[in-house]
């Protein structure tokens, strides 16, 4: 399966747009949470990026997100489901996803839904803490889901 357009807008308005570089908890990232790797860090020191260069970077990026999601997952999909696992994917990490298609793969769309429902917190300060962006995030994927 494709992501889809309005997959892509999804993960877009759940990342939001950040024209110039800021830092983020793996480094520094641009656009719609693109991470930038050491090669591109000259590229765009000091620099902006526009929204149409920034949803590329985005589909890139998405990509590799959507061929795990293709090659994890084992149980049909619609194209809700398939959009939401990849923004859950692209946000959570390619770990939360194998932890999750050990439920989805055994025919549980359900219990799938509500592990993804668990990836809400972040680490403030050492601490596990409710972040209450992503916990508007998984309801949104766990909503193709129900």
Known sequence: MKLSDEGLNQIAHNEGFAPKMYPDHKGYS?????????????????KTITQDDAKLLLRQDA??????VNDTIKVPLTQAQFDALV??????????????AQTL?????KGAAARMRL????????????????????????????
């Open 87 to 100: 923004d859950f994917t692209y946000n959570a990490g390619v770990g939360s996803l194998a932890n999750i």
């Open 105 to 109: 793969n055994k025919g549980d769309y």
């Open 30 to 46: 641009i656009g719609y949470g693109h991470l930038l790797s050491a090669e591109e860090m000259p590229q765009y020191t000091g």
């Open 63 to 68: 990509g590799k997100a959507e061929i795990y």
């Open 119 to 146: 990836y809400d917190k972040v680490r403030v300060n050492g601490q596990l803490v409710v972040n209450d962006g992503l916990t508007a995030r998984r309801k949104q994927e766990v909503q193709a889901f129900a």
